[in-house]
């Protein structure tokens, strides 16, 4: 049995092991935080099978590409790249709704963001571009123009509907330019650049924009969570997003210390339960299903499923998932040390970066640091296709682990 288990779950054993703790831990905070889901199906077991089941595919996907050598990721790329533009402009003019943000596609039964698919692609398109121009001294300096001519079309795509995954990409392509030696002229020019983008976007935004008609209501997103429906937005065009921006920068700049007493629970509802639910953990946490904000909070399930974790886990949970999400990130980095190409190695660190700095997002919003954004806890947060897709990811850095531990082995043996 030990064989087979072993054959079956190839590659690095420390990835296999933080994945198998956070699909744990996914399974017990989800089907904690889920009861608003529980009260509308009426059925206690529903929300959390749909998520086991879910969790049993992603493991499935991973299991499967890390059998795939990394050699044919490269093959892969221009349809995946010709794939994810038509799913894109798909969901810009077709796509479903949900708080006033068009982002999910509906495909034989399933639904899922095509930016999810994007994030990767753009990875693996980066990697090539980093792995095929390296020289001696760095990156040839053209790297830097052809991964933005690749870039920035999608990020224009992705932001219209989902400005904070945009962001999230621009940083993880950027730190994989660092990695791979790109100028530093030129990313400086690029920091410099993004400077100004952000100056004249926030000038738009409160030009364009209006507090009124937002979307960021606490009313809105309980109905909308309460009630498991979709909403339709009324609004149409590519700036229908700018009063949600707006809404949501000047809360961050105009924050004030407001007393507990004289709080709107109303007006802020998810940064006032998500504050109420960490202080209620008491550093050491109420205990697994024992949440009490889980029924207040909108999307305790997955957007602020971390402070559902802080609140029934204590500070010493929550610091064992941030732990989690470090030991990932730097062992794809000994991973990358041990491989003889670039590509994999770009590959393996840009799909790393990608999962936490993600996380790192949400559970900066989570306590409060970072204004919301909407962006899940991955390999976390009950999602739909993103949970497969995130594990899809976590398969192909398993791919690449297989054929750097050979190298990694030959070295030992030399050093011996």
Same mark, same amino acid.
């Given at each position: 049995?030990?064989?087979?288990?072993?054959?079956?779950?190839?590659?690095?054993?420390?990835?296999?092991?933080?994945?198998?703790?956070?699909?744990?831990?996914?399974?017990?905070?989800?089907?904690?935080?889920?009861?608003?889901?529980?009260?509308?199906?009426?059925?206690?077991?529903?929300?959390?099978?749909?998520?086991?089941?879910?969790?049993?595919?992603?493991?499935? /996907?991973?299991? !499967? @590409? %890390?059998? *795939?050598?990394?050699? #044919?990721?490269? =093959?892969?790329?221009?349809?995946? &790249?010709?794939?994810?533009?038509?799913?894109?402009?798909?969901?810009?003019?077709?796509?479903?709704?949900?708080?006033?943000?068009?982002?999910?596609?509906?495909?034989?039964?399933?639904?899922?963001?095509?930016?999810?698919?994007?994030?990767?692609?753009?990875?693996?398109?980066?990697?090539?571009?980093?792995?095929?121009?390296?020289?001696?001294?760095?990156?040839?300096?053209? /790297?830097?123009? !052809? @991964? %933005?001519? *690749?870039?920035?079309? #999608?990020?224009? =795509?992705?932001?219209?509907?989902? &400005?904070?995954?945009?962001?999230?990409?621009?940083?993880?392509?950027?730190?994989?330019?660092?990695?791979?030696?790109?100028?530093?002229?030129?990313?400086?020019?690029?920091?410099?650049?993004?400077?100004?983008?952000?100056?004249?976007?926030?000038?738009?935004?409160?030009?364009?924009?209006?507090?009124?008609?937002?979307?960021?209501?606490?009313?809105?997103?309980?109905?909308?969570?309460?009630?498991?429906?979709?909403?339709?937005?009324?609004?149409?065009?590519? =700036?229908?997003?700018?009063?949600?921006?707006?809404?949501?920068?000047?809360?961050?700049?105009?924050?004030?210390?407001?007393?507990?007493?004289?709080?709107?629970?109303?007006?802020?509802?998810?940064?006032?339960?998500?504050?109420?639910?960490?202080?209620?953990?008491?550093?050491?946490?109420?205990?697994?299903?024992?949440?009490?904000?889980?029924?207040?909070?909108?999307?305790?399930?997955?957007?602020?499923?971390?402070?559902?974790?802080?609140?029934?886990?204590?500070?010493?949970?929550?610091?064992?998932?941030?732990?989690?999400?470090?030991?990932?990130?730097?062992?794809?980095?000994?991973?990358?040390?041990?491989?003889?190409?670039?590509?994999?190695?770009?590959?393996?660190?840009?799909?790393?970066?990608?999962?936490?700095?993600?996380?790192?997002?949400?559970?900066?919003?989570?306590?409060?640091?970072?204004?919301?954004?909407?962006?899940?806890?991955?390999?976390?947060?009950?999602?739909?296709?993103?949970?497969?897709?995130?594990?899809?990811?976590?398969?192909?850095?398993?791919?690449?682990?297989?054929?750097?531990?050979?190298?990694?082995?030959?070295?030992?043996?030399?050093?011996?």
């Amino acid at each position: 049995m030990n064989i087979k288990l072993g054959n079956l779950f190839k590659g690095d054993k420390v990835i296999w092991m933080v994945l198998l703790f956070l699909c744990l831990i996914s399974v017990v905070e989800v089907f904690s935080a889920s009861s608003s889901l529980t009260y509308k199906s009426q059925n206690y077991l529903s929300p959390i099978l749909g998520h086991s089941w879910k969790i049993v595919m992603g493991v499935a /996907a991973a299991i !499967f @590409i %890390l059998n *795939v050598p990394c050699r #044919f990721f490269k =093959l892969v790329t221009p349809a995946l &790249l010709i794939v994810s533009v038509i799913m894109l402009l798909w969901v810009l003019f077709f796509g479903e709704r949900t708080n006033d943000a068009g982002r999910w596609i509906s495909l034989f039964g399933l639904k899922f963001q095509p930016s999810e698919i994007a994030k990767g692609t753009l990875v693996l398109v980066t990697a090539q571009i980093l792995s095929a121009m390296q020289r001696e001294e760095g990156a040839d300096k053209r /790297a830097f123009k !052809f @991964i %933005l001519i *690749v870039v920035i079309p #999608f990020i224009i =795509l992705i932001g219209l509907e989902n &400005l904070s995954t945009a962001a999230l990409i621009m940083v993880v392509i950027f730190l994989m330019m660092f990695i791979g030696r790109v100028p530093f002229v030129q990313l400086g020019k690029m920091m410099a650049g993004g400077a100004l983008v952000v100056v004249l976007f926030i000038g738009l935004v409160y030009m364009a924009g209006s507090l009124e008609g937002s979307d960021e209501t606490a009313e809105t997103q309980t109905e909308s969570v309460a009630n498991g429906k979709t909403e339709k937005s009324t609004k149409k065009g590519p =700036l229908h997003r700018f009063a949600t921006w707006k809404n949501r920068i000047d809360k961050k700049l105009n924050s004030k210390y407001v007393a507990p007493q004289d709080y709107d629970l109303d007006k802020d509802a998810q940064v006032a339960h998500a504050n109420i639910a960490i202080v209620n953990s008491n550093i050491i946490g109420k205990g697994p299903g024992q949440s009490i904000e889980r029924d207040f909070l909108p999307q305790a399930f997955s957007d602020f499923i971390f402070v559902i974790i802080i609140e029934e886990l204590g500070i010493i949970g929550a610091g064992f998932v941030v732990l989690l999400y470090i030991v990932l990130l730097f062992r794809a980095a000994r991973i990358a040390s041990r491989c003889d190409n670039n590509f994999p190695a770009f590959l393996v660190l840009g799909l790393a970066l990608m999962l936490v700095i993600q996380a790192s997002f949400n559970m900066l919003v989570a306590v409060g640091i970072a204004p919301v954004t909407g962006q899940p806890l991955p390999l976390i947060s009950r999602g739909g296709t993103s949970t497969i897709i995130n594990c899809a990811y976590i398969g192909a850095i398993l791919s690449v682990s297989r054929s750097a531990k050979k190298k990694g082995d030959k070295m030992s043996l030399n050093e011996i």
